[in-house]
């Protein structure tokens, strides 16, 4: 499965997936053939699929712990937020101090709208590990989009030695360079010279990291919208 895995890593998403369909159809009772393939979809936004791997790697494992976390986080960004909260409870009745346990709880209840709980769970998530890189981002969307934009700033700069959260930076700084460019405009003043935004790596084992960035920012919008409402 090892070229599965460097195939995600150089970002050939599509080859990952064809080569994890080969294994499975090889190997279709083996946990680590479910779960490239699981990832791989994941990639490839094939995100019934992946849940299916996901479910098939979890029943061959015997529920193998690392496996329902990394399952929980899945759900909590692309799937079903209420089942989500479900599995990533259960997970903390086990591991009380588990950070992404935690921080799956906390993206699930942000996508259910449920902001003060998220908050609640995202900090226990970064009390326990600071520099949780999805804790980090999933923090800082909500923060925004509550009207703590200071704060959110501030959570922002802190991520700037992290590779994990360049795309998330790079996306953040954006929107906040086009909230100037529109007060600038409607104030009459002149334009701004753009800041130096960080760098996007090109590489990179976390693979589902430019997914999270879109999934976080269209929650953010989405509660922004309901807490408008």
Same mark, same amino acid.
């Given at each position: 499965?090892?070229?599965?895995?460097?195939?995600?890593?150089?970002?050939?998403?599509? =080859? !990952?997936?064809?080569?994890?369909?080969? %294994?499975? @159809?090889?190997? &279709?009772?083996?946990?680590? *053939? +479910?779960? #490239?393939? /699981?990832?791989?979809?994941?990639?490839?936004?094939?995100?019934?699929?992946?849940?299916?791997?996901?479910?098939?790697?979890?029943?061959?494992?015997?529920?193998?712990?690392?496996?329902?976390?990394?399952?929980?986080?899945?759900?909590?960004?692309?799937?079903?937020?209420?089942?989500?909260?479900?599995?990533?409870?259960?997970?903390?009745?086990?591991?009380?101090?588990?950070?992404?346990?935690?921080?799956?709880?906390?993206?699930?209840?942000?996508?259910?709208?449920?902001?003060? =709980? !998220?908050?609640?769970?995202?900090?226990? %998530?970064? @009390?326990?590990? &600071?520099?949780?890189?999805? *804790? +980090?981002? #999933?923090? /800082?969307?909500?923060?925004?989009?509550?009207?703590?934009?200071?704060?959110?700033?501030?959570?922002?700069?802190?991520?700037?030695?992290?590779?994990?959260?360049?795309?998330?930076?790079?996306?953040?700084?954006?929107?906040?360079?086009?909230?100037?460019?529109?007060?600038?405009?409607?104030?009459?003043?002149?334009?701004?010279?753009?800041?130096?935004?960080?760098?996007?790596?090109?590489?990179?084992?976390?693979?589902?990291?430019?997914?999270?960035?879109?999934?976080?920012?269209?929650? !953010?919008?989405?509660?922004?919208?309901?807490?408008?409402?």
């Amino acid at each position: 499965y090892w070229r599965v895995y460097a195939l995600l890593e150089c970002g050939d998403t599509k =080859e !990952a997936l064809h080569q994890a369909r080969v %294994a499975v @159809e090889k190997v &279709p009772d083996k946990t680590q *053939a +479910q779960l #490239a393939l /699981a990832q791989a979809a994941w990639a490839n936004s094939m995100f019934a699929l992946a849940q299916r791997a996901y479910e098939r790697a979890l029943r061959l494992s015997g529920e193998a712990t690392q496996i329902r976390m990394e399952y929980a986080g899945f759900l909590a960004m692309c799937r079903l937020p209420k089942l989500a909260e479900s599995v990533a409870t259960r997970l903390l009745e086990q591991f009380p101090e588990s950070s992404d346990a935690w921080t799956a709880l906390g993206i699930a209840q942000l996508r259910l709208r449920r902001a003060a =709980e !998220a908050q609640s769970s995202l900090q226990r %998530a970064l @009390e326990l590990e &600071p520099n949780h890189a999805r *804790a +980090q981002m #999933a923090m /800082a969307s909500l923060l925004e989009n509550v009207g703590r934009k200071d704060q959110a700033a501030a959570l922002v700069k802190l991520m700037a030695d992290s590779p994990e959260t360049a795309e998330f930076r790079r996306l953040y700084y954006e929107e906040q360079q086009q909230e100037e460019a529109f007060r600038r405009l409607a104030e009459g003043l002149p334009a701004k010279e753009p800041a130096v935004e960080p760098r996007t790596p090109t590489r990179g084992r976390r693979l589902t990291t430019w997914l999270l960035v879109v999934v976080l920012f269209a929650i !953010a919008a989405a509660l922004a919208l309901w807490l408008v409402l």
